[in-house]
């Protein structure tokens, strides 16, 4: 019997939704294009971003701080966990309702509350750069460094968000549970929102105050799990170079060394397809044979069947 090809996607924003009601309805749709996957053979794991839902939560906490005086400000990474729960708790039952759709009932579905480690004396820690929460004014900005030590930065003209680090990962604390539930036959999702992030203090993990890149933990997690692919699922069908502009192309395929230099050219944009296009890189250097697949939600199986999608191998 042929081997299952392993494959880690990374969901982003646009496969969860803004809003609690926008998640139910994303994660029917979301759950249809990976269990496609799985019908064609394929052994899935499933890993998440949370951008909305954290600054949802965040300013949820932050709200109650203020009808409570004595309720003292949630740290930023108990609102990771919180936000992995919520996005696990849709996710998990919309796969487990459509493979029982399907008559597949043979594979549990499971959330893995994931804690991340990151280094504390990563350069991130000195320059946070990640936004999230809501736009406030300058005032309102100014207000939230006062009470809460909070780094405010004006965001495209738009107002005023609270920017945090972006550190990179270094290790999957629950890697070995979730070793042991993937070769199980589980349909595991994990690394939530790019996992909860800590650093290790002798034997305690203490919570940082980041956000850790859902791509670079996905590629972490996928090397973790010797899986064959990675697929980055984004707003776009592929990879492009001068990408809005007359002269703009689609990518099919790509070595690490071509990636590069179009990365050295600044044709990927930082905090968007960037990261995705370093993280692919990477798990595409870790090992022979590892591809990694930069697609569409809704494209995703053609991209594994080699119809679409940008792959990037060696």
Request: aromatic share 4%; glycine share 8%; hydrophobic share 40%.
């Given at each position: 019997?042929?081997?299952?090809?392993?494959?880690?996607?990374?969901?982003?924003?646009?496969?969860?939704?803004?809003?609690?009601?926008?998640?139910?309805?994303?994660?029917?749709?979301?759950?249809?294009?990976?269990?496609?996957?799985?019908?064609?053979?394929?052994?899935?794991?499933?890993?998440?971003?949370?951008?909305?839902?954290?600054?949802?939560?965040?300013?949820?906490?932050?709200?109650?701080?203020?009808?409570?005086?004595?309720?003292?400000?949630?740290?930023?990474?108990?609102?990771?966990?919180?936000?992995?729960?919520?996005?696990?708790?849709?996710?998990?039952?919309?796969?487990?309702?459509?493979?029982?759709?399907?008559?597949?009932?043979?594979?549990?579905?499971?959330?893995?509350?994931?804690?991340?480690?990151?280094?504390?004396?990563?350069?991130a820690f000195?320059?946070?750069?990640?936004?999230?929460?809501?736009?406030?004014?300058?005032?309102?900005?100014?207000?939230?460094?006062?009470?809460?030590?909070?780094?405010?930065?004006?965001?495209?003209?738009?107002?005023?968000?609270?920017?945090?680090?972006?550190?990179?990962?270094?290790?999957?604390?629950?890697?070995?549970?979730?070793r042991t539930?993937?070769?199980?036959?589980?349909?595991?999702?994990?690394?939530?929102?790019?996992?909860?992030?800590?650093?290790?203090?002798?034997?305690?993990?203490?919570?940082?105050?980041?956000?850790?890149?859902?791509?670079?933990?996905?590629?972490?997690?996928?090397k973790e799990?010797?899986?064959?692919?990675?697929?980055?699922?984004?707003?776009?069908?592929?990879?492009?170079?001068?990408?809005?502009?007359?002269?703009?192309?689609?990518?099919?395929?790509?070595?690490?060394?071509?990636?590069?230099?179009?990365?050295?050219?600044?044709?990927?944009?930082?905090?968007?397809?960037?990261?995705?296009?370093?993280?692919?890189?990477?798990?595409?250097?870790?090992?022979?044979?590892?591809?990694?697949?930069?697609?569409?939600?809704?494209?995703?199986?053609?991209?594994?069947?080699?119809?679409?999608?940008?792959?990037?191998?060696?």
């Amino acid at each position: 019997m042929e081997k299952k090809k392993r494959i880690v996607i990374a969901l982003g924003g646009n496969a969860l939704g803004n809003t609690l009601p926008e998640q139910m309805k994303a994660v029917k749709i979301t759950s249809r294009a990976i269990v496609d996957l799985i019908e064609e053979g394929c052994e899935v794991v499933v890993a998440h971003g949370n951008g909305p839902q954290v600054g949802m939560v965040n300013n949820a906490m932050l709200a109650l701080t203020h009808e409570d005086p004595l309720q003292p400000n949630t740290p930023l990474s108990v609102c990771v966990a919180m936000s992995q729960a919520y996005i696990g708790y849709d996710l998990q039952n919309a796969l487990r309702e459509e493979l029982l759709n399907r008559n597949i009932t043979d594979i549990p579905v499971a959330t893995m509350i994931t804690q991340v480690r990151v280094d504390a004396q990563d350069p991130a820690f000195s320059n946070p750069s990640k936004p999230i929460g809501r736009f406030l004014t300058k005032e309102q900005a100014k207000q939230m460094e006062e009470k809460y030590d909070y780094i405010m930065k004006e965001d495209a003209g738009r107002g005023y968000r609270r920017v945090v680090a972006s550190p990179k990962p270094q290790e999957i604390i629950e890697i070995g549970t979730i070793r042991t539930m993937v070769d199980s036959g589980d349909l595991v999702i994990a690394c939530g929102g790019g996992g909860i992030p800590v650093t290790r203090q002798g034997n305690h993990l203490k919570g940082a105050s980041a956000v850790i890149d859902k791509d670079f933990a996905s590629c972490l997690l996928a090397k973790e799990l010797d899986a064959d692919f990675l697929i980055i699922l984004t707003a776009v069908e592929k990879v492009a170079v001068n990408f809005g502009k007359p002269e703009q192309k689609w990518l099919d395929e790509l070595t690490p060394k071509a990636a590069r230099e179009y990365m050295e050219e600044g044709h990927f944009a930082p905090g968007s397809m960037l990261p995705k296009v370093q993280a692919a890189v990477e798990f595409a250097e870790s090992k022979p044979g590892r591809q990694a697949l930069i697609t569409l939600l809704e494209k995703a199986k053609d991209g594994i069947l080699g119809k679409t999608g940008t792959r990037i191998h060696l």
